[in-house]
């Protein structure tokens, strides 16, 4: 992240305060002492690991509020979200409670930053981040893993971000949830309806390990294009946001971000000027955001051909790689 000078700030992660079970070792050992001597190899090596990891895993706590506001400055059109979140980690805070953050949807066109926030949100909390893509997935053993009858089956990914990861809240991102796939005879969201809720994910069993384990303090971050593709259960179960593209000046304040950010990140940085002109920052609010670094990536690489350490706006690429605003406010 990036303050509005070149220099690169780093926003303080909530600090580490308690340790979690999320498994029981005993049932763990049961389970491996009745599997058969030479089969379930993979199956076996799970419960190995399992035993070798241990069942405990750290869990944030906060201490006091985080700092917060480079994460306002960098995602304009996310303050409700930020708001929001911001909230429940005050809930916490000077108690003995356990960070929870309600499950969020962000809803919103393509390119507004919606996978963006949720790595963000996963480097503020120091939590890590899994992620699932529902654009393509066709099974919903991805979530909730596939029985070890079946040839080639393994754990799924909530299963795997808690066993093998450090932490027992990380964010675990449903990216497009409004595509989710499957034959009707599998409901590729289906393991999501008891993940969703505190009480049930306390218990989640992963089909293919058969082991307990507790993923009710998971921090949930979907996203999705249109909310009409989704089913109810899921949406009652998370608090929904729209998100819209930036408008203008913010848009324009984005690209300026990150070209101080691409500029201060690299050596060969200190041969261009330390802030673009006007009618480039300009040009450059025009992209949706996700787009903006490969366009400043193709205009620093331009200059630098032409021997200049300006970019000019004949430098930004043009075609297909410029997309015309999506929804911008002037």
Partial sequence: MS???????????????????????EDVSKRLD???????????????????KGEERFQVKPSGLPAMEALYDELPNFHDVLDDVRRQIALCNDSSDALEITPLLL??????????????????LGTGMGFVSMSSLTAGWVLSGASSQWKGA??????????????????????????????????PLGSLYSLLEHDTASAFIDEFAEVAVDASQVIWVATANDARAIPDPILNRVNVYEVQAPDFAAARAIALRLYQKLRG????????DDQPSDAVLDRMAELAPREMRRAWMTAFGN????????????????????????????
């Avoid at 009745?34 to 419960?47: M, N, Q, V």
């Avoid at 000019?312 to 406010?329: H, N, Q, V, W, Y």
Wanted: aromatic share 6%; hydrophobic share 35%.
């Fill in 303 to 330: 200059a630098r051909l032409g021997q200049r350490g300006t970019v000019l706006c004949e430098d930004l690429p043009t075609g297909p790689a410029r997309k015309s605003r999506i929804g911008f406010m002037q």
């Fill in 154 to 187: 393994r754990a799924g990914k909530v299963f795997e971000a808690l066993v093998e990861g450090d932490y027992a809240n990380p964010v675990m991102v449903i990216d497009e949830i409004d595509k989710a796939g499957g034959e009707a005879v599998y409901d």
């Fill in 107 to 124: 809803l919103g066109p393509p390119g507004v930053g919606k996978t963006h926030f949720a790595r963000q949100l996963a480097e503020l």
């Fill in 265 to 272: 990140s690299h050596d060969w940085g200190r041969r261009f």
């Fill in 34 to 52: 009745r599997l058969p001597p030479k089969d379930h190899e993979s199956l076996r090596a799970t419960y190995e690991r399992m035993l070798e």
């Fill in 3 to 25: 303050s509005s000078t070149a220099i690169t700030c780093v926003t303080p992660r909530i600090p580490l305060a308690r340790m979690r079970s999320i498994y029981r070792l």
